[in-house]
């Protein structure tokens, strides 16, 4: 499949799930808000902690998507190259390092000394050591608008767990799940990843083939398409020069099974 084609089928479905979202999702924090004894989103423009984390899931198809809109923009392959680039290349030497990708949580928390923002992320640094605001915030992928905290910023910024409206993450995960059911009507297979990585692999020549290339989808068997799914994210960061050790495969099914 070509670019254009791949972007005709992509984007009404992305745009028509994201519709159907919306409308939920603001049902449901008018729901909330019109309770004075729940518990407030204490999320404010200017707190970029989430940002900054090592594993922003996005699907492959959201990513390609985000680029396109990017590119439509105005903003040139060699101006997002480099952005992306140099973020993928410190991201992995961190792993290379560390001798994995940080997928545990462990490994999620020792990356955050890295401070590595998301390359989409406009800093503020008046607004605080990880401050600043998302720079595609009308097209930031689903994870990005339903991620939310009721706590304390602070847990965020080490990375702990925090309370949030259990009935918006649930749609959000919905949502993520119906776009990688259409990519894999699509494309025969879909994955989830970190966006920055994704963007990066994108804007590599070999990594966009490897997103284009249709395969035989083998949904009767979940196990064969979870293989396919996770086997597209390889490739995809293998586009990057990365080369996965011993183990990191168990770390990632276990990390994508713990976002859906
Ligand atoms: S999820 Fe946490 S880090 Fe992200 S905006 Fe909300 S409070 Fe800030
Ligand atoms: S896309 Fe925007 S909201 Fe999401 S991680 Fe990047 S800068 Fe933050």
Redesign the pocket.
């Known amino acids: 499949m070509n670019f254009v084609k791949a972007l005709e089928c992509l984007l009404p479905v992305v745009d028509a799930v994201h519709a159907r979202w919306v409308t939920d999702r603001d049902a449901m924090h008018a729901n909330h808000s019109a309770h004075p004894e729940a518990p407030r989103v204490t999320c404010t423009k200017g707190c970029?902690a989430?940002?900054h984390f090592p594993v922003?899931p996005a699907t492959a198809g959201e990513a390609f998507i985000?680029l396109a809109r990017l590119l439509a923009e105005g903003e040139s392959l060699e101006n997002l190259r480099s952005k992306f680039i140099p973020y993928a290349s410190r991201y992995l030497e961190h792993a290379r390092r560390n001798g994995s990708l940080p997928l545990t949580d462990e490994q999620q928390r020792l990356f955050l000394s890295e401070k590595l923002?998301?390359p989409?992320?406009v800093s503020t640094p008046e607004a605080g050591p990880l401050g600043g605001h998302?720079?595609?915030?009308n097209a930031?992928?689903f994870?990005?608008d339903f991620y939310h905290s009721l706590e304390s910023p602070e847990l965020c910024l080490l990375k702990r767990p925090h309370a949030s409206y259990s009935d918006i993450t649930e749609r959000g995960h919905e949502a993520l799940d119906t776009l990688r059911h259409e990519e894999r009507r699509i494309f025969g297979r879909s994955t989830l990843g970190h966006?920055?990585l994704l963007l990066a692999a994108l804007l590599t020549e070999d990594g966009m083939n490897t997103f284009l290339t249709v395969v035989k989808p083998s949904a009767e068997e979940e196990n064969i398409q979870d293989i396919e799914d996770f086997g597209l994210y390889m490739e995809l960061i293998g586009c990057l020069g990365y080369r996965w050790g011993e183990g990191e495969w168990d770390s990632l099914a276990k990390a994508q099974s713990e976002v859906l």
């Open positions: 970029g989430c940002c922003i985000v923002p998301c989409l992320f998302c720079g595609i915030f930031r992928p994870i990005c966006l920055p």
